[in-house]
């Protein structure tokens, strides 16, 4: 499947607490012109959309499904990212209907920030969300919704909006968190995360089973490239 590869900026985003340094900011490869967002869903139905698909299933900030399910398939994203976007829209509903409402997997969403500043203030504004056990909805809605790659769209009119059409989410948090990504503990743990797994692409996809991790790589984007793969992986842990 096509991936957005990691390019490190030679800028360091900033020094966090405990003098932890990471380069949250990265410079994307593309700019070859092959590559699309995904066309936004009119506001209403993509919240409608969204809200259906979670109902029900257990969110514990980044984590969602059942906390006992015997494996969880880890997903490494950028919010900005098209093809982040393209799984999101349609091959992640067959996963999570198929293997986390099911409770085969639980499921784990760590947002980097590749590809410039929207991918940051993106960051922030989905570790707002995770606080309040409203991610992947907010991630559904962002991706149905994203705009141009570093257009500056990731404003906080747009991150008001977006948050806006999740029920139960507190819009100005998600605003607040944008505006200041580095206060946002997941932010850093994401990037730390992806780099301690040698994590260089997104989407970027991993099984855990009893701490082991396998590298997932779907041969195509189709929903069913994606079940193979998973249950690939199921059955060599």
């Not at 340094?21 to 409608?48: H, K, M, R, W, Y």
């Not at 293997?99 to 590809?115: D, I, M, N, P, Q």
């Not at 997104?202 to 793969?229: C, H, M, Q, S, W």
Request: aromatic share 8%.
């Amino acid at each position: 499947m096509q991936r957005r590869p990691a390019i490190v900026n030679v800028a360091i985003l900033a020094v966090l607490a405990a003098a932890v340094v990471f380069a949250a900011i990265l410079i994307s490869g593309g700019g070859d012109g092959d590559e699309t967002t995904a066309t936004p869903t009119p506001g209403a139905a993509a919240a409608q959309e969204a809200e259906k698909l979670y109902a029900g299933i257990p969110q514990n900030g980044i984590r969602l499904g059942d906390p006992d399910a015997p494996a969880t398939l880890i997903e490494i994203a950028d919010l900005q990212c098209p093809f982040c976007a393209q799984y999101s829209n349609e091959a992640m509903p067959s996963v999570i209907e198929d293997y986390v409402r099911t409770g085969k997997l639980a499921y784990e969403l760590r947002f980097r920030s590749f590809l410039g500043r929207d991918s940051v203030r993106a960051a922030g504004a989905a570790a707002a969300a995770a606080d309040e056990n409203k991610l992947y909805e907010f991630a559904d809605v962002f991706y149905r919704n994203q705009g141009p790659e570093n257009s500056d769209y990731a404003d906080d009119a747009f991150m008001r909006m977006v948050a806006s059409q999740v029920p139960g989410l507190d819009a100005e948090k998600v605003v607040a968190a944008a505006d200041d990504p580095l206060s946002q503990p997941a932010v850093r743990d994401a990037e730390e995360f992806a780099r301690g797994i040698a994590s260089t692409s997104t989407p970027d996809f991993f099984l855990r089973v009893k701490g082991r991790l396998t590298k997932i790589e779907p041969e195509g984007t189709a929903p069913a490239d994606y079940a193979k793969a998973i249950d690939a992986a199921l059955a060599a842990a």
